[in-house]
């Protein structure tokens, strides 16, 4: 990395230049007066709240900061482009040149600044220059091998194809904290390694990570050949949010994670931060560690609401695609695509939030869209998964080895709003004592499971399971506007006339964007998905 004081040393006549094609579209061409320091900004993309604005603008130069004198709304524009993210309060630019050198540069939001300004946060070359300090050269042209445990902070660049040699820790449990930065376009391949010395990528309670992708320039974790699953372990995040399963009258419930179970996750801290994941594919993951225990894609173990996780893919898992063992995570913007297993899996008292969610099967494999449960071992363990989901489209799969679209097992509880299951043998299905006698009675619910404003339409759209105190059916119908019926879906967006695009309602809860739809989408128009995702447009 290239820190402001060496370039200020280095090319002080070109630092106004650097500063503000920072915040332009690198096809275009910026234009700046050096005599009245503004720069003409042609074109600006800013993400908010999940949606995306274009501008030009101009910024003028004063002392180390650009201040915003004047913006244009234009005309969306796709390619490398420069993006403002609202949500992290940073500019990414792809690439600035100077002189014959390129750079990424991301710029931050000054807080409260009005008008608004924005800093140099980080400067690094576009040009291989040799592995750093903490990783190893790799075996072939601009790559490098991460190993083991790393305990300082570190930034993985776009120039360089990082190596998951073996498994990679972030950060000591608790201890010798280390953040994770992942700038956009980068790419990490897992590579090498068999059972529990198989590559993967784990963020241990206290550490961090910054994988701050932009729609353009996603960030890439996949493996060696990328043709089929299970070529590498996959991300996993280990927090300090509560989860359960400890006996009872144990104060802090920290427990270990199946597959691995040296490695512990939970704690007392339900808002804790594990960071940022914004555009993000995770691709061709879920190893074998032991007999029977695979690792998922995208693994969340204890992780707290304090943590930023938007627009993720997870693609072609050997197991399941996002597991949740507790914790308070939420998520927005979700695609999982080709699961060999179940696509979204929780357990273990996750109380999180989910809004926007793509779950898609292969035609040939794959168990379930969703397998909820709260606790295998003490389904009545506090605190009882209820994590709160809406605007999913769920479209599963016929044939021999077929499911569920939904299952909710175990003594589950969930509040599920706005959503669509299509494609599989059976829509929905209830299963076990306490999850019943945690639902309460259709008409008379406890408000522990729920679903409403939602529509299925599968081969069989309901099926019971053990213990069933009333059937699926009377508790699906007897809620607020559910259907049944054709959802009218051209692949996975609404066609035009879809009874999707009317009926929805807003969920009472901060987390959730207000919208007026079942489904992931608002109608044939609205693809969040394009651009950033894997083998799906």
């Known amino acids: 990395m290239f820190e402001l004081k060496y370039i200020k040393e280095k090319l002080m006549t070109a630092s106004a230049v650097l500063l503000s094609a920072a915040a332009l579209n690198v096809q275009a061409t910026a234009t700046y007066d050096p005599a009245s320091g503004i720069v003409d900004l042609p074109v600006v993309e800013v993400l908010s709240g999940g949606t995306s604005a274009f501008y030009n603008a101009q910024l003028q130069l004063i002392g180390n900061e650009l201040q915003l004198i004047s913006a244009n709304s234009i005309a969306a524009t796709t390619g490398q482009r420069n993006v403002f993210d609202s949500d992290t309060s940073s500019v990414h630019v792809a690439s600035v040149t100077v002189g014959t050198d390129s750079f990424y540069a991301k710029l931050k939001l000054v807080p409260g600044s009005n008008p608004m300004s924005f800093t140099v946060d980080q400067l690094t070359t576009n040009t291989f220059q040799g592995c750093p300090g903490f990783a190893q050269q790799g075996p072939t042209e601009n790559s490098c091998i991460l190993s083991g445990e790393i305990t300082s902070n570190i930034t993985l660049t776009k120039n360089i194809a990082w190596l998951l040699q073996g498994p990679v820790f972030i950060g000591g449990d608790n201890a010798l904290s280390a953040t994770l930065t992942i700038n956009p376009g980068t790419r990490i391949i897992g590579i090498g390694g068999q059972g529990d010395q198989a590559a993967y990528l784990w963020i241990r309670r206290g550490s961090r990570i910054m994988a701050e992708g932009t729609p353009d320039n996603p960030i890439v974790m996949t493996g060696p050949n990328e043709v089929a699953a299970g070529e590498w372990g996959g991300l996993l995040i280990s927090g300090n949010a509560p989860v359960n399963g400890c006996n009872e009258g144990v104060p802090v419930c920290e427990v270990p994670f199946e597959a691995i179970v040296s490695e512990l996750y939970g704690g007392n801290n339900p808002a804790d931060n594990s960071g940022v994941i914004k555009y993000t594919q995770i691709r061709f993951a879920g190893t074998a560690v032991r007999p029977d225990e695979e690792l998922n894609g995208f693994t969340l173990n204890g992780v707290g609401s304090g943590t930023l996780i938007d627009y993720v893919q997870v693609h072609e898992g050997l197991d399941d695609g996002i597991e949740l063992f507790g914790g308070t995570a939420q998520m927005k913007h979700l695609v999982i ?201």
């Open 337 to 537: 695509t080709n699961a060999q297993d179940d696509s979204l899996d929780w357990s273990n008292g996750w109380q999180g939030r989910v809004q926007f969610a793509l779950i898609k099967q292969a035609a040939t494999i794959g168990d379930r869209g969703i397998e909820a449960d709260n606790n295998e071992r003490d389904q009545d363990s506090l605190p009882r998964a209820q994590p709160i989901l809406s605007n999913l489209t769920i479209i599963g799969r016929t044939g021999d080895s077929a499911t569920q679209g939904v299952l909710l097992r175990r003594g589950t509880g969930a509040n599920i709003w706005n959503s669509v299951i299509t494609g599989s043998p059976t829509c929905l299905m209830i299963d076990g004592e306490r999850t019943f006698a945690n639902a309460g009675a259709p008409g008379s619910l406890s408000g522990g499971l729920t679903i409403q404003n939602s529509f299925v339409n599968c081969a069989s759209n309901f099926a019971d399971g053990e213990g069933a105190a009333f059937t699926t059916s009377d508790w699906f119908l007897s809620q607020s506007e559910n259907q049944t019926g054709d959802p009218l879906l051209n692949g996975y967006l609404p066609a035009s006339g879809s009874p999707l695009t009317l009926g929805g309602a807003a969920v009472n809860d901060p987390f959730f964007s207000v919208v007026d739809y079942v489904g992931a989408f608002r109608d044939e128009n609205d693809d969040w998905t394009r651009e950033w995702t894997f083998n799906l447009n």
